[in-house]
């Protein structure tokens, strides 16, 4: 069992879980992901590392109630524990000195930009993170991403905090200034990473996204998380998660995200109906 | 005497009742039955079965207690040559093995080896007390990766010889393709799981959730202790047809589809919580078991009409006969010499149609069979909303990337050597499909066991 030594609420359904996995925590690296089952009825749930203690031998994941899945891990108690806790899978991060490197990170998408920023400063790059929400009160993280970069630039929807608008509006902001970006990290929602991605195609700056299609088993077996990169289909388990932006095919990648939409909310409202048990 | 007695059929769930079921199809015999099929063996001198199975079982010795009504002595016996005689008895291609050797097969039907096998490993199951002898320990230790049909074969034989063994899965359960490409009704979870926990009680020692090749390292493991390493990882990645529209959602690998419906218990979706999608015209693309797996469990799950689409006959169809007679039986229809070249979606991206082609059957080729030739200008469309493809497995390649050494074909199956199993790697054997491709149960199992001798004379050597 792999228990949560550690839950903090990050905003109103956003919890940060640090569990107890020391033989993933010793060989996790940025980019990469875990894949959770609380219980024997659960689903197999890919969760991007927030974090990883060596010493500790733990790993910190984010989650938000979005779904049937997501709303039972995130009424996890501390002490509670996941039945499996599989990782660390997928391809880590490249990590190099490029320069000046802008980290995105929108909403959810903060928490896996995490580790990324950091390795990326500890290798010398200049890191500049641009992180965007709705809201003031749902931007998580910022404490930990200010520790990571060498400056964060914030963008809320409603302006409540920041610039008012979209991370794409941060990116502005950081280039307008003269900035000379080498590399982007562009990690969120699907179609905030196109949004990035269609802004700085034109302007020829490499920009790395890292894709949440559906999963099963995240050991390629199985094809659910298959994307179409430069025309050629990848599986994002194990090709992935990271792949070069300007090469994703958005529209096949967020047409098949829906693909389960129905069976999600027909399972998200017989959890309702029944009080957050099954 | 022996040859006025027929054959005895199995007994079966109803075939229009069990479409919609996931309950085992084959009942199993009764007590009786299996006593008068067993009384049908003529007990050869020189038994030609056995030679037709890949682990030798002692097939004449198990059938003659069966006939003697000591129903546990025959399991006892069937154990000393198979360590999951209940999974055997289901899912072995017998037709091809042992019971296409039996003498009584020439003149008239062979006796019902598999069947008896099943029973006796069943009756065991239930009445039997589960004690296993205790063996003095060699010292050494032995590392499997993968707790598939080969791997499990190779740590039961190897525990016997008093090794200890660890097993390294890196699903969340022990079984491999016996939990989640192997039908429910076809091959019962309980059961796999039984004679797993069989293993468990010679002292095998299975750690879920272990991604070698991730989380840890064939070169690792030897490094933490281990004497010697088994690589049984199967053929876990599925191939794709490489036609246009491949990617439309309602689009599956046969493995997505069984893996979310066994493994993840999707057929009881919304109490298990991982949905499985099926629409009403479901197309399989394959013709082989794991293709009828997909059909029959899409009918289970609703489909009101589903199709085999094979690009061949129905002779060379690479599925064992009783398995496309079954699926026949449900109503799944096959659609033969036919093969798809495009799939269409709608508007939001889901299968809707599919062009096909017809084809027609021309000269042998490599594999001996007639090659399928198509038919220029016989394009049609069939409406469906999901397709299956089932067109085969490769091997899987995250453990033998992370192995610096060990030497692969060109297809990325492990090089071994074919008596020994044992790797270019020193130490490390390798067996089932990560070697040979895509096989059988049984053929993995056969493997598992071979390289479990292979490296118990290794282990002594090196003392």
Known sequence: ?278 | MALKVPRHEMPCQDAQERAHNFDEVALGYTREMAVEEAQRCLQCKNPLCRTGCPVEVLIPDFIKKVSEEDFLGAAEVLKVKNSLPAICGRVCPQENQCESKCILGIKGEPVAIGRLERFAADYEMKHGDGTVEKVQPSGKKVAIIGAGPAGLACAGDLAKAGHAVTVFEALHVAGGVLMYGIPQFRLPKEIVQREIGNLEKLGVEILTNQVVGKVTSVDELMENGYDAVFIGTGAGLPYFMGIPGENLNGVYSANEFLTRTNLMKGYKFPEYATPVKVGKKVAVLGAGNVAMDGARTALRLGAEEVSIIYRRSREEMPARKEEAEHAEEEGVQFRLLTNPVAIHGDERGWVKSMTCLRYELGEPDASGRRSPVAISGSEFEIEVDTVIVAIGQGPNPLVTKSTPGLELNKRGNIVADPETLATSKPGVFAGGDIVTGAATVILAMGAGKKAAASIDAYLKSKN
């Open chain 1, 1 to 278: 069992m792999y228990r949560v030594v550690k839950r903090r609420q990050l905003a109103p359904s956003i919890v940060l879980l640090e569990v107890e996995a020391p033989a993933v925590a010793a060989k996790a690296e940025p980019g990469q992901f875990v894949i959770v089952r609380m219980d024997e009825k659960s689903e197999r749930i890919p969760l991007t590392v927030m974090d990883f203690n060596r010493e500790k031998g733990t790993i910190t994941i984010v989650i938000q109630d979005v779904g049937y899945s997501s709303a039972l891990i995130n009424q996890m108690e501390e002490g509670s524990a996941f039945l499996d806790f599989v990782g660390p899978l997928g391809v880590k991060t490249e990590i190099e000195k490029y320069g000046t490197v802008v980290c995105i990170g929108g909403g959810l998408g903060i928490a896996p930009v995490h580790p990324i920023a950091r390795a990326l400063k500890e290798a010398g790059n200049k890191v500049i993170s641009v992180l965007g929400s709705r809201s003031a009160d749902l931007l998580i993280l910022e404490d930990e991403m200010r520790a990571a970069s060498d400056e964060i630039v914030v963008a809320t929807n409603d302006g409540s905090m920041g610039i008012q608008g979209f991370v794409t509006d941060g990116l502005a902001h950081v280039l307008n200034r003269g900035e000379k970006v080498d590399i982007i990290w562009a990690i969120g929602p699907m179609i905030m990473m196109k949004a990035v991605c269609d802004y700085t195609r034109p302007l020829g700056i490499k920009t790395i996204v890292s894709l949440n299609p559906v999963m099963v088993d995240g050991t390629g077996m199985c094809g659910a998380c298959r994307v179409s990169v430069g025309d050629e289909t990848k599986f994002a388990c194990v090709d992935g998660p990271e792949f070069d932006g300007h090469l994703v095919d958005w529209e096949l990648a967020m047409q098949r995200l829906a693909y389960f939409k129905d069976e999600e909310n027909r399972a998200k409202a017989r959890l309702e109906c029944e009080g957050g048990h099954h």
